[in-house]
């Protein structure tokens, strides 16, 4: 089975902080993507990777940044966390392929004071 | 028009019950589609790839209609642990893949 790891169930931050959540997938994915999901709003895609060291912004990705320096490993940075990026955050990967289903890590629950 | 629509619901149903949720999707060429299960506050998990000549696994079925633009997911024999909120997911192609907003089911006792 896949295994996507995701660093932290809860976080809870400060406005203006710097946030790192981190996500680790280990069936040798191409892709990774980062999601986050909003009641009413459903999942939206904020960044993806389909290699390493490469990024591309997906439909929400202001505020936010990414990096992959290892295949298995893709973060999300956000930069200066604000209230409005309180959510649950989802990392997700496939093997490549429009066929490849996506497998999702378990959440991680962002809170910014 | 959203990209992929669903019906929100919520469906409330007897266990034993047969129901039925439907999706349309906008891109006529989309090229793959799936059905997710969410439970609360879970990720979503696969629940099965629909393909054009339809599948079933088990008490679930789905079905595909590309001249209609919609998938559908079939369940059968209602289970208490059927309760979820299912997602139609579809791949327009290349690496984004689209989500619609999910349909929550209730299975009651």
């Known amino acids: 089975d896949v295994k996507v790891t995701q660093s932290s169930r809860y976080l809870v931050k400060r406005t203006g902080e710097k946030v790192f959540l981190e996500c680790v997938q280990d069936?040798?994915?191409?892709?990774m993507f980062w999601y986050r999901q909003d009641p009413g709003l459903g999942l939206r895609l904020i960044y993806f990777?389909?290699?390493?060291?490469?990024?591309e912004k997906g439909d929400i990705p202001e505020g936010y940044s990414v990096s992959r320096e290892k295949k298995e490993r893709f973060s999300l940075i956000l930069e200066s966390a604000s209230t409005n990026q309180t959510s649950m955050y989802l990392c997700?990967?496939?093997?490549?392929?429009?066929?490849?289903?996506?497998?999702f890590g378990n959440g991680t629950r962002l809170t910014v004071t | 028009r959203k990209e992929v629509e669903q019906d929100p619901g919520p469906f409330n149903v007897p266990e034993g019950a047969t129901v039925a949720f439907n999706c349309t999707y906008s891109?006529?060429?989309?090229?793959?589609f799936f059905w997710y299960r969410q439970d609360c506050r879970k990720e979503p998990k696969l629940l099965m790839s629909?393909?054009?000549s339809g599948n079933e696994d088990g008490r679930f079925t789905a079905q595909l209609n590309r001249a209609s633009q919609y998938i559908s997911l079939l369940i059968r024999d209602s289970k208490l642990s059927d309760s979820a909120t299912y997602l139609c997911?579809?791949?327009?192609?290349?690496?984004?893949?689209?989500f619609g907003a999910g349909t929550r089911l209730f299975v009651k006792a």
């Open positions: 069936m040798d994915h191409e892709n």
């Open positions: 997700a990967s496939s093997a490549g392929g429009v066929d490849s289903p996506l497998h």
């Open positions: 997911v579809v791949n327009p192609g290349g690496f984004k893949t689209i």
């Open positions: 629909v393909y054009s």
């Open positions: 891109n006529s060429a989309s090229q793959s």
């Open positions: 990777s389909y290699d390493v060291k490469m990024k």
